[in-house]
């Protein structure tokens, strides 16, 4: 067998490199909201009501200024409030 004529053999990439979400959740169910740390945008369950599965509404992943994932979260968090109102609002005739 010969060897390679040259370099790494590659394909390993290097571990420190994955990204560290902060992944921000609020309940559908008892509108409670927290947040915590994964090292991807993982659903999470709901520590007061226990309810499952919920989808992060919004992750950072700390690149940018505190300001800048503050604004993104706040507008994020808007548009969450209006989705859940517009779902919780009464559907006439169901
Ligand atoms: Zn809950």
Known sequence: MAQPSSGPTGGQEPAEESTWWTNHYRCPCCRHQWD????????????????????AYFSDDGSGTEEERLRQLERADAELEQEQQLEAAPRPGV
């Open 36 to 55: 915590d740390g994964w090292d991807a945008q993982v659903d999470d369950d709901c520590p007061e009501c226990g309810m499952r599965s919920i989808s």
